[in-house]
């Protein structure tokens, strides 16, 4: 059997409880347009890069973007684009929050394989809370 690694277990955590509780958490909307789910395709989108395993499972680093604005807003060739829609993420986030993951990009945290697994299970509670809910 191979030995848990702590990056492994945060892409596990990313690719499983992650995305999903982003999507949850916005209602199944883009939170830039507001486009259903139902009607577009979503994604769960990190706001900074995955530099560390606490970044890539921070939900506070998450957004729920529609592909559209996904691919042709945040990831457009075009850099005024980019920076306009980086703008409407801070707005909607909003200073406290964005002034956390700034601070976090240039620290960050170090995570514990321990830790890894307790964020996991936290989330896997979550989850597990808002289906007996719907």
Known sequence: MAKKNPSKLAKIIEKNEWKNLIKLRARFRCELCNCPGDSCQL????????????????????????????????????????????????????????????????????VTLQDLEDIRQEYKELLESEKKRA
């Open 43 to 110: 994604h769960s989108h990190h706001i900074f890069r995955k530099q560390s395993n606490y970044m890539r499972v921070l939900l506070d680093n998450g957004i729920c973007l529609c592909a559209n604005c996904h691919m042709n807003g945040i990831h457009s060739p075009d850099w005024k684009t980019q920076k306009d829609f980086n703008e409407k993420i801070y707005k909607v986030k909003g200073k406290k929050i964005m002034d956390k993951l700034l601070l976090l990009r240039t620290r960050p945290i170090k």
